[in-house]
């Protein structure tokens, strides 16, 4: 048998022939990708980050979907939306006074320890808030229940931190995070009520807050266990409250206004559809005002802003306060609720660059040591703001009409302006300080 040639290997250099009257030059060496990883591919390839990042979302998309399962299930079984409506209410109150504390807690012994137990405690009060419906037990177990909600831990501050502990002293991939994070938030709070929805009037009324309660504990599991990502707690942290930082004041007292114009669409869009005889589209028009939010969201995070943070929040809350007054222009012109759909996508995307400027600005001036507590309470005003929006939305399309509804947003955005403009550095400031 004759010997077998060997094969050749594919040659290193290119190779040259020639046909007719052309030179042809065939070139085989494997070509390197000349397209860099964009930056949210950059961000996801930090060791770890998938990890935490894939419980995080798992746990947050109940976030979205409490609130509207709870005022389902209480209203389908006992026949009253007020009884419902302070049911959640309370709910929200319970979480303002105690999930500063739970961050608190966080901070000091860590994301790991504290986490997972206080989840434990909120499924249970979920669960027993429907015991409660079931049962047909008191109202006043309803208010017990959901109360003891308030222990559920801020997820989206807490992955927060670990990109903040995880890219420190790279400003640019922090802000990418950020960016990352605030487009999750409004992608959760999107997907959440429309699940909801679909689980308490497709199966049952108490399958909403069963399915929400199975993702959030899971999804608080799979994220403590990414134990590498954690930041090192501080047990006895020597740096001051958050609320009395410099600096801090004025962005919680911001975040309460920015929480106002959400409080205060929500309200006034069901409100105007209601009218219009399309009630039940209200939850598509108020989910392009989040999907175009998410979509700012990712594109601010991709772009590399110029200056500091500080002298950027400004100008994002400027463009939300002007992009506010569309859907207040849609309406008085028009009525047209498929023009006010459109106006809600534009405005949206005013939002998710101003939350995460402001997001932004409380990690640089959070005493170091407190950085979840600091998120929390820029978390918390947020809450304050939507309870203090709906309320006077509502006052507003009850007493005057939904039309002029749409003004107490723009009256929101344009405070949280004066408020922007207001925590301005001074001019006196040295240099090389942080924003």
């Not at 995080?56 to 209203?75: K, Q």
């Not at 308490?200 to 309660?213: D, H, R």
């Not at 009409?401 to 009256?411: D, E, L, N, Y």
Request: a positive charge.
């Amino acid at each position: 048998m004759p010997p077998t040639t060997p094969r050749r290997s594919r040659p290193q250099a290119p190779l040259f022939t020639v046909t007719a009257d052309a030179l042809v030059a065939a070139d085989f060496r494997p070509r390197a990708s000349r397209r860099p990883p964009g930056p949210y591919r950059r961000l996801l390839s930090v060791p770890g980050a998938r990890g935490f990042t894939a419980g995080n979302l798992i746990a947050r998309l109940p976030m979205g979907m409490f609130s509207v399962s709870a005022v389902v299930m209480i209203a389908g079984t006992r026949g009253s939306y007020a009884l419902a409506g302070a049911v959640t209410a309370t709910g929200l109150a319970a979480t303002a006074l105690v999930a500063p504390w739970t961050a608190r807690l966080v901070d000091r012994y860590g994301q790991a320890r504290v986490a997972v137990p206080a989840t434990l405690f909120a499924a249970l009060g979920s669960l027993l808030l429907v015991l409660c419906v079931r049962s047909g037990a008191p109202d006043w177990t309803l208010f017990a229940a959901y109360a003891a909600t308030a222990t559920t831990p801020n997820t989206g501050g807490m992955a927060r931190a670990r990109w903040s502990h995880l890219l420190k002293g790279d400003a640019g991939a922090l802000h990418t995070a950020n960016s990352f994070e605030q487009a999750t938030d409004e992608l959760c709070y999107m997907l959440g009520p429309v699940l909801a929805a679909f689980l308490c009037t497709s199966l049952f009324p108490e399958a909403g807050t069963l399915v929400g309660v199975f993702l959030l504990v899971t999804g608080i599991l799979l994220f403590a266990a990414q134990r590498a990502t954690e930041p090192p707690a501080r047990p006895r942290p020597a740096a001051k409250a958050p609320f009395r930082a410099p600096g801090i004041p004025p962005l919680l007292a911001m975040c309460l206004a920015t929480g106002a114009v959400f409080g205060a669409m929500e309200v006034v869009t069901i409100a105007f559809a209601d009218a219009q005889g399309h009630r039940s589209a209200a939850g598509a028009v108020l989910a392009l005002q989040a999907a175009g939010s998410c979509a700012a969201g990712l594109l601010y995070g991709a772009l590399k802003p110029s200056g500091s943070a500080a002298a950027r929040l400004p100008w994002c809350v400027a463009a939300m306060t002007a992009l506010m007054t569309l859907p207040l222009l849609a309406a008085s012109r028009t009525g047209s609720l498929p023009l006010l759909a459109l106006t809600l996508l534009a405005a949206g995307m005013a939002t998710a660059p101003t939350m995460v400027t402001t997001m932004t600005l409380v990690q640089h001036r959070t005493p170091e040591g407190r950085l979840n507590e600091g998120m929390t309470l820029a978390v918390t005003g947020l809450l304050g703001g939507i309870a203090c929006g709906s309320a006077a939305g509502g006052w507003t399309v009850e007493h005057v009409s939904p039309t002029a509804g749409f003004g107490v947003p723009v009256t929101a955005a344009a405070l949280a302006l004066t408020l922007a403009l207001l925590s301005l550095p001074r001019r006196s400031r040295p240099a090389g300080a942080r924003a």
